[in-house]
């Protein structure tokens, strides 16, 4: 899967950007505040639809003034396909081929796995982003998990509501039996989705070589979900686990006015050695547990594509040596994968050898280093 062409307009301080892309390495640099991160974002947003750093679309647009547009074209097996992202007055518009297309629809036309320093939050914050982590990797894999998720969400909603109110009011109406079964029915096909994907990460996880990760470093992957009985039985068996679960959780879930246990409650584990890095990771370990990850997930889609998607990466050097750039730069080059990475350090702008295309950033405008 290849980006063969970019075009982008009043997306934050870049004007207008025209690009064409090489099959393989680009390396964009350039000082910070340039444009580098909006020359990848604008990528992230012709293929998903969605910024990796804000949810709120007016932030994109340029402070002169939008409509904000992101065009592109992408050559697969498939064949040729356009692109298009805009926003106008706080309104997204998804294009594919000239026509109108809802998210769904739109996604898998180019599939993108990204290492920002936005992504750093999954394994800092709290559990709700590795939650996050985990349904945008089903996502690329199967976009109608986003009904999934929204049903569970609805359900959910509705649920907490009526607990509210029956604790205000005491009521002692038969709904909750209704959203109890409801919701054990929205929980079993998250969970499972959720459960078979980190199954499959780990596995990928397993297989990374010495030369993509510090000497005797082992990742690490734990999906710890909730309940945790969960976990342990067969995915046709989930929906009466959930039933059961909620039935019992009742009373403590009226007394809280909310649902105390769910799929909203998951959490992943992640580890380097047996380090718990959301406690104990120091940075150089965190960085090096998301390049894990992402390129456990980059295996995944190539091998559910038969195409390997797009990577793109900010600040390439972070903790990374040269021999450790090099071996990163290899590996995506070995799996097929297009990649665009930015680096603020003039120096290794000119040392990555393996790069097809090196660009400069400045000022919002792009050109060929």
Known sequence: MHLAEL??????NVERLELSFPSGLTVVGGANGQGKTSLLEAAYLLATGRSFRTRRLEELVAWRG???????????????????????????????NGAP???????????VVDLTAERMAVLRGG??????????????LDPTHLRVIGEYRRTLGQRNALLRQRRSSGSASGQLDVWDERLALAAAPLHARRREYARRL???LATLGPDLLPAGVQPRLAYKPSPPAAGEVAA????????DRVANCRDRDRELGHTSEGPHRDELAVELNGVDLRRFGSAGQVRAAMIALKLGKLSLLSDERGDAPLFLMDDFDTDLDDARMGALAAHLGRAGSQAVVATSKEEVLGRIGAAELKLRMQDGEVRVA
């Open 236 to 243: 046709e068996r989930l929906a009466s686990v959930f039933m």
């Open 7 to 12: 075009r982008a307009r009043n997306l934050r």
């Open 127 to 140: 559990p709700e982003e590795r939650r996050r982590f985990l349904d945008r990797g089903v996502v690329g």
């Open 66 to 96: 939008g409509p904000l547009s992101v065009t592109g074209r992408v050559v697969g097996r498939r064949g040729s396909v356009e692109l298009a992202v805009g926003v106008a007055a706080g309104e997204r518009t998804l294009l594919v």
């Open 202 to 204: 780990a596995e990928k």
């Open 101 to 111: 297309r809802g998210l769904e629809s739109f996604l898998g036309r180019l599939d």
